[in-house]
Every structure is written in structure tokens, then in C-alpha cells.
């Protein structure tokens, strides 16, 4: 239950909900020119009965105010639905995308007043309901625009490799629902840990002193633990500040040569890149820095190891 404000400012209470086939001819009605434009010529009920997943927004009334309906296999019939994987590998050169992280949008209807607001809600719902989701494409004549309200929860693909009649846009997770992970608190979380605590309560540290809680995480033991989320939002956001900043001194950041590195698996193993500033950036456990090799670990074996092989192979050679 969400409250929304429509284009007429006023806000009201939604619900979101599985869409059951009793729904079919409600959402029939809010079908319009513009959605079979981008959706083609679309069956409600027989969509529904396919759907991996379909979410219906209703008000206090009961009346539907948006829906969108989910399959695991791209619209348009543009590949086989058991081979899809292969078809955007070879067309956008991706290996991300996988059927256990991704689901396709074959339609979004919504009152003109909750459009915009009704998009983003889905689209929250729908990564909340599937933690497992990563990404949802939506594929649309390249003859036609994408509407505004699906703008805000959309962004192009690069473009594709192959000449393709048909525009591919993507959601990504951690820009609408991200993914918390939990795990132990270590001393090295102190300076991290030390503004939150402080913007909601200043006299911890007047009363227990400046290093209160690493002295707290460093006591863990079986029965005493501390824990801590992490997450990319923060992130993404200074790679944004940086992308900005940047730009005021006639300066781009070319994102395909930036790397992140996942230290302490943070982002987990379900994605290898990130997108920021409507460019790519890999996730990796190593890179090369002034010529050495930088592994996640933080341990310098593995350019030691790296070294020690050098210099055998130039032993061989003699």
C-alpha cells in the first residue's frame, strides 16, 4: 500500500496486487492507441493466463488504476521464447542477462493521472516480489516513441549490434528496489557507522566516548553480534557526482575504462556491471594499476605470484 499523487495533485492510497483474470476487461479499457503502438494488438486474457507475473494498482474504490504484465521471453515475438539468451547475446553482446534474472514487459496501461507514479509503483513492486530479478527489458517498434511515464522507469540499451526494427530499453534493480546485503560488522565499518548513529542521537558518543562502537563490534562473540547492510545507491551516486563535476570542466568520463571492485562482495555474484550515467561499468576482482595487479582480497600474492612467474618464463628463455 503506497500513497500516490496524480497530475491533479491529489494524493491517494493504492494497493498492488496479483492481477487475477477477472481484471481482463477493466484493463482492456484503459488500452489505448499510444499502448498498441508500443505493444501491438493485445489479448488481455489469454496475455494474463501467460504471464509469469502481472501487477494490477487499484484505489480505495477498488478501481484499477494501472497494470503491466511480465513473461519470461521478450514481446514481439522477436526470438524463440527457449532461445532468447543466445538472440540478445549475439545482439547486444551481453552475458548478463539470464532467465533466472530477467523478465520482459509485454504490457503497461495506466489512468492518464497515474501514469507516471503507476509505472514507477509496478516497477518497485515487481523487483520486490522477485528478489532473484535483476533486469526487465521492453521492446518497442523503433517507428514509435516510448511514453513519458515509462521514460522514468526506463533507459536504452546501447544500441545493438545488428540492424534491429525494434528499440530495447532496461530497469535495473538498484536504481528502484536495491538489493541490502547483511553481514558481520567489522571495526573497519567505525568511520562509516559512527554519522548515522550521530545524526539520530549525538550523546552516545558524549557519553560513551569517540570509539564506543568499535570497542562494541570488536566485543562480538556467540552470544553478542552486530551486523551491517550494504548497498550500491551510494555508490552510484558519487560515480554521478564525479560524472558532473567533471562536465563543468569540459571533461567526460569515458565509463567503458572504469572498473569497480567488489571489495568484500558487495554487490554479490547475481551482476557484473553497473550502469551509471547511462553507461556501462564492470564489476571485477582485479585490475591492473601502474602495472600491478590489485586483487580484491587486498593480499599482494597474486602479484607476487604474477612476478615470480615473469621471471620464470624468462628463465625458460635462456
Not at 175 to 195: G, Q, S, T, Y
Request: charged content about 20%.
Amino acid at each position: 500500500m503506497s500513497a500516490v499523487a496524480s497530475l491533479s495533485s491529489t494524493e491517494e492510497v493504492i494497493t498492488s496486487r496479483r492481477t487475477e483474470s477477472l481484471d481482463a476487461h477493466e484493463i482492456s479499457k484503459l488500452i489505448t492507441p499510444s499502448t498498441t503502438g508500443m505493444f501491438g494488438r493485445i489479448n488481455v486474457l489469454y496475455l494474463l493466463e501467460k504471464s509469469n507475473l502481472a501487477v494490477t494498482l487499484e484505489n480505495d474504490n477498488k478501481e484499477i488504476v494501472a497494470h503491466a504484465a511480465f513473461l519470461d521471453y521478450p514481446n514481439h515475438s522477436l526470438a524463440d521464447p527457449a532461445e532468447w539468451v543466445p538472440w540478445i547475446q549475439s545482439n547486444y553482446k551481453s552475458n548478463e542477462y539470464t532467465p533466472l534474472n530477467t523478465l520482459f514487459m509485454h504490457l503497461f496501461v495506466a489512468q492518464a493521472d497515474y501514469a507516471l507514479e503507476g509505472a514507477k509503483e509496478i516497477i518497485r513492486t515487481v523487483f520486490n516480489a522477485v528478489p532473484e530479478l535483476h533486469y526487465i527489458f521492453l521492446f518497442i517498434p523503433s517507428t514509435v516513441s516510448l511514453e513519458s511515464s515509462l521514460e522514468a522507469v526506463f533507459e536504452p540499451v546501447l544500441d545493438p549490434e545488428t540492424v534491429c526494427q525494434y528499440t530495447a530499453f532496461i530497469a535495473h534493480r538498484h536504481l528502484h528496489f536495491p538489493v541490502l546485503r547483511v553481514r558481520k560488522a567489522r571495526v573497519e565499518d567505525h568511520d562509516d557507522l559512527i554519522p548515522l548513529f550521530t545524526q539520530y542521537n549525538s550523546d552516545l558518543t558524549a557519553m560513551y566516548g569517540d570509539y564506543f562502537l568499535a570497542e562494541l563490534i570488536e566485543a562480538q562473540n556467540e552470544q553478542n553480534h552486530a551486523v551491517v547492510c550494504e548497498s550500491m545507491k551510494a555508490l552510484i551516486g558519487v560515480l554521478e557526482g564525479l560524472s558532473e563535476e567533471s562536465e563543468c570542466v569540459c571533461l567526460q568520463v569515458y565509463w567503458t575504462k572504469n572498473k569497480i571492485q567488489a571489495f568484500n562482495d558487495l554487490f554479490g555474484t547475481a551482476i557484473s556491471s553497473v550502469f551509471v550515467c547511462k553507461g556501462s561499468v564492470d564489476l571485477v576482482v582485479k585490475f591492473t594499476y601502474l602495472g600491478s595487479n590489485i586483487h580484491v582480497s587486498g593480499y599482494s600474492s597474486y602479484e607476487v605470484c604474477r612476478l615470480i612467474g615473469g621471471a620464470w618464463e624468462v628463465m625458460r628463455s635462456l
